[in-house]
Structures are given as C-alpha cells and as structure tokens.
C-alpha cells in the first residue's frame, strides 16, 4: 500500500502483528543498538522506541530486517518495480508485448518527483536528534539511515541529482555543536562526482539529509540502479507515491514526506576527521579526514519518527536491503555482462570482500582440454562494474562443468573451484589498485588488490576431508582443523612472520591452507570462515604459496596460504558491552521478549 509517511508504515506493521513497542526510556548510548541487535538477530519484528532518552523523538529500527517484511512492505508495488527494471535492460520486450505491460505503465505515472508549495516543518538544532552512538568506540552520534541529496551543478534539478545513503557523524571529534557535521562517502559514490564539479567551481555543495518519510525513500537510497534511472523516480515507483519536494528559502531541496531534513553546506578542501564508526566489514572504520558540512538547518515534523539501524558484522538489517536488490535486479547484471550466468556478493564475508561468479565457457569448443578463457573476460569484466569493482576475491565458475551449481551454496561452491584449479595457472592478481573505503586489510586507506580464481575442465585432484596419517607441521604451527573439503586451518602467533616458516608438505587434496588466530572459531561455522578469512587479508600481501614461483610473470604455487591473521594496521573488530547486555537482558525480560 502507499505510505503517505513513517506513521503509516508503522501503523500497517502494527496492524499485522509486525512491530514491538518498547515504552520505557532506553539511553541512546549503546542500549537502543543493543535491544536493536538482540531482536534482529531473532529474526524479531521492527522496534519502536518511545521514549529515547534526551530527546522527544521516538526512534524506529529494523524496519528492513527480515527479508520477508520489506516484501511486505512493498507488496502492493514489487512486481511492477521488477517489470520496469527488467525493461530497462530489455526495452525490446515492451514494444512485443505491448498489452503485458500496461500496468507497469500506470505504475510509471508515480515515477516523477511532485512540486510543492508548503510543508509543514518546525526548526529544531542537531542536539534535539535522538543522538545514537552503537558501539563503544564510535566516535559519536551517527545518522545510519540517512538519505543524502545532491545536485549537480552541471544539470541543476531533482531529475539530475543523486541520494546516496552515506553515514553523517552528528556529534563528537571537533565537530562545533550544532553547527557541524561529518559526512563519510566512498570514492565511487555519486556524491563524489557532484563535490568534485563543486569544488572545481570554487562554491559550496549543498546538502539536504532525509531521515525517516516512506520507506521507499531509504531504500531508493541504497538501490544501485542502472543508468538513466533517478533515484526519485525509483521511489516513487517503489513507494506507489510521487517524490514530494519544495525548496526552502536558502535554495535548499527539502523532501516535505520526510520526518526530518537536515541542511547544509560542504565547502572545497574543508575536512574534518570522521570516526570511528562500527562498521559492516564486522570491524570499526577508523578516525580519517572527510568532509564537513556546515548546518543551515534542521527541519523536522511535529509528530517526527527518527530511523536508524545497527550496523555491524553480517547478516545485519543491511542483508535484507541485499537480498531486495537481488530480488528486484533479477537478471539485470547478466543482461550487463554478457556470458555471466549468476554472481553472489556474499554477505558473511563482509559483502564487498568476495564475489562467487558462474560463467559461460564457449571460446574452444573443439578444445579437449578445457580452460579459463571466456570467464577470465567476464571476471574483469565483473571488476570494472559499479559496486562489484569493491570485491578483493572473486571465484568463477564455468557453468558447462556442473549444471547443478549455484554461488549461494557456499561450500559447494568452494568445493566445485577446488576441485578444478590449477594453481599454476588459474590464479590472476591485480595489485595495486583501489579498495573498500572501510577495509583496513591493504596498508592504506583505499588501496589494496584483487585476486581472480578461475576453473574450468574436469576435477583435477580429490579433496581431503581429514588430515592424512602422519600429517605434520612446520614449526610454531599449532592445531590444525579442517575448515570443509580441501581447506585446512592452522594457528600461528601474530608476531611471527611466515617467510620465516616452513618448508611445507604439499598434499594434493589440501589445496588452502588458512593461517589464523583461532583455529577453534574459524572452523566452528561457515560464516567464521568466510569473515575471517576475506575480511583479514589482502591478496597480494597476505596469499602466499607452498613452491610460489613466477612463471613468465605470472604467479604460481602448488598449494595456497592465506594468511588471515589479524595485522598490526588492521581495524578492531567490533565487540558487545558486557554491562549493556546484561541491562538489555533486563529490559527484555520486563516486555516478555
């Protein structure tokens, strides 16, 4: 149905059993991030917080947190929001089937952004914000579900500009109270595109921040849609509801359905530091300089519900987001790519960390002896696609080798590539090159490398599923475990170097080996494996081989060590306050929660 606003939302989820009030006052320091994580981790219902102490705002999280609720959430509008994207990368379809797509048709009538002229606003400061800090080394209070508008000066206008969800530090460091805020985006952001033609002319970018309004507006935000598609218009047409919008009387757009709308200006070269902030990688980001923001002003509805999420190590809320932008895409990437038959960001390991590919492998069908050829083509191709170019790790598949095969089994997947590569030729580095603003595996901030393993052909070597008899290690190796087929893991303290270690018994059937911490954790799930393991190296530093040569300038080994412990340069990873828990603990038990 179409949300005129948060509270319609809110009272459709209450209606339908969908949503938990909490009616004590909770402290925004920790414990609203602790009582949020708690239910999202159950699987719970969207919470709203009351009473949120300092402030006279209720607060909304995890709204997104289920997969199944953000379907509900759009159920009247998801089918039509797939139909226009999926004509978007197959116009073609429409002029055949003129009569099937009618619907979508009206549906597009809600696509642009309305005019108006009023809204019903009071002024407020930043301090009058419910200030949530989650985790006990943030460096403040954090906006996590900001929806952050810019134009470019360019195109002026609402159909020409960008939002972006992009975190804004509301207090702390030296941010000047009420009068500044930090505002952290990644190279790549559209945000980035409109300061650089900002700053070239010598004049302040304007900035207007949305909180809370329909939530079609916040996941519009994080949508990564394919170009020529506004932001605003996917809103509307998500949200079954025209973007309303008017500009104040500083020049400043102001989205009139939103619970709040702060306003400001970022002027060239002008930088604070931002951070710490607990992050999605499971790891805080650390104190960097990034753009301040100048507040004009802070707008905000009488009757204002503020959002906002936990953001940690995954599945957290921002894994339901994924999982709807994977269910409105559909086929859209491999419409992009041609021979791409399924890729997976994967979520456990940090989303951005690693990508699972399947691929057409079509360039010598004559060929007896099969190998990476038209899926080393549609890897790179991968690499220099939007969001996909973040990913450190990618594994691809030929799909011809296993018609059964899917990324989103995991460990399959893992068990299908290790079976088939060939170590002295399949693994392609790039080294030097740009990274996830928020992983700290590479030595500096945006920079580190990429890594492809490709396989095609026929299974080259069994895996083990066991250490062999008489298995042994070098020295200051220590319990060794079996991660799942072919992967072993294996201790080292962090102070010893590995080019220091060794020699190593190659084995066939134990193709990677993972250096750790704690072979204990790593090996207790799945996830453990992949968020240690590709959150905690970086692929020209931290894979090493057993017999590594170069091979007319390409790398080769006879076995794979990655070493995955924690660096002196990396980022804390992120932990629970013992005390808040037990508090929370309390507060649930009171609600029978």
Request: hydrophobic share 40%; glycine share 8%.
């Amino acid at each position: 149905m179409p949300y005129k606003s948060m509270q319609d939302c809110i009272n459709d989820l209450e209606a339908h059993g969908q949503l938990i009030r909490i009616n004590e006052e909770v402290d925004p320091y920790l414990k609203m991030a602790a009582i949020h994580l708690r239910i999202h981790e159950a699987q719970g219902k969207a919470v709203l917080f009351e009473k949120v102490k300092g402030s006279k705002y209720p607060a909304l999280s995890n709204l997104f947190g289920t997969t199944e609720r953000s379907k509900f959430i759009f159920r009247d509008t998801l089918e039509n929001v797939k139909k226009l994207i999926a004509l978007k990368s197959d116009p073609l379809h429409a002029l055949k089937h003129p009569f099937a797509n009618l619907s979508t048709g009206f549906a597009a009538m809600k696509a642009f952004p309305k005019k108006v002229s009023s809204h019903d606003f009071e002024k407020i400061k930043i301090s009058d914000l419910p200030q949530i800090q989650c985790w006990e080394k943030d460096g403040g209070a954090f906006v996590t579900l900001p929806i952050v508008y810019t134009e470019d000066p360019d195109k002026p206008g609402v159909m020409n500009s960008n939002i972006g969800m992009y975190r804004i530090q509301l207090s702390g460091n030296e941010y000047i109270k009420d009068k500044e805020v930090g505002l952290h985006y990644q190279l790549h952001r559209g945000i980035g595109i409109h300061q650089t033609k900002w700053n070239n002319l010598g004049k302040p970018m304007k900035v207007s921040v949305f909180v809370g309004g329909p939530p079609s507006h916040s996941f519009a935000a994080v949508m990564p849609l394919p170009e020529g598609i506004s932001e605003l218009t996917f809103a509307g047409v998500l949200g079954g509801r025209r973007f309303r919008y008017m500009y104040d009387d500083d020049g400043f757009l102001l989205s009139t359905d939103a619970d709040f709308v702060i306003t400001g200006e970022v002027y060239p070269n002008e930088n604070k530091p931002e951070g710490p902030f607990g992050d999605h990688l499971g790891y805080y980001s650390l104190k960097h300089d990034f753009p301040l923001m100048r507040i004009k002003n802070v707008y905000a509805k009488k009757d204002a519900i503020w959002s906002f999420t936990v953001v940690g190590r995954p599945p957290q809320e921002d894994t339901a987001f994924g999982n709807m932008i994977h269910e409105i895409t559909g086929d859209a990437i491999q419409q992009e790519i041609p021979g791409l038959k399924e890729i997976h960001a994967v979520d456990a390991a940090g989303v951005h960390p690693l990508l699972l590919a399947i691929g057409s492998e079509r360039y010598t069908p004559y060929s007896k002896n099969k190998m990476p050829q038209e899926i080393l083509t549609i890897a790179n191709h991968i690499l220099g696609t939007g969001q996909l170019s973040l990913a450190k790790f990618l594994f691809i598949a030929d799909k011809s080798d296993d018609e059964s095969l899917s990324t989103t089994d995991v460990q399959k997947f893992f068990t299908h590539i290790l079976e088939r590569i060939d170590l002295s030729r399949d693994i392609h580095f790039q080294t030097k090159t740009t990274m996830d603003t928020l992983d700290y595996s590479g030595e500096t901030l945006n920079a580190g490398s990429k890594v492809i393993f490709a396989a095609a052909g026929e299974k080259r070597r069994e895996l083990r599923n066991e250490l062999p008899a008489g298995f042994s290690l070098p020295e200051g190796f220590k319990n060794p475990k079996m991660v799942m087929n072919g992967i072993l893991a294996v201790e080292l303290n962090a102070d010893v170097d590995l080019k220091n270690c060794g020699p190593w018994t190659v084995d066939r059937g134990l193709p990677v080996i993972v250096i750790c911490d704690d072979s204990n954790f790593i090996t207790q799930n799945l996830n453990n494996f992949l968020w240690v393991t590709f959150t905690r190296s970086n692929p020209s530093h931290d894979i090493h081989g057993i017999n590594e040569r170069i091979e007319n300038k390409h790398w080769a080994c006879d076995a794979l060590i990655i070493d995955a412990r924690i660096k002196p340069h990396h980022a804390p990873v992120l932990e629970k306050n013992s005390a808040v828990e037990k508090r929370v603990d309390e507060i649930l038990a009171r609600m029978n929660l």
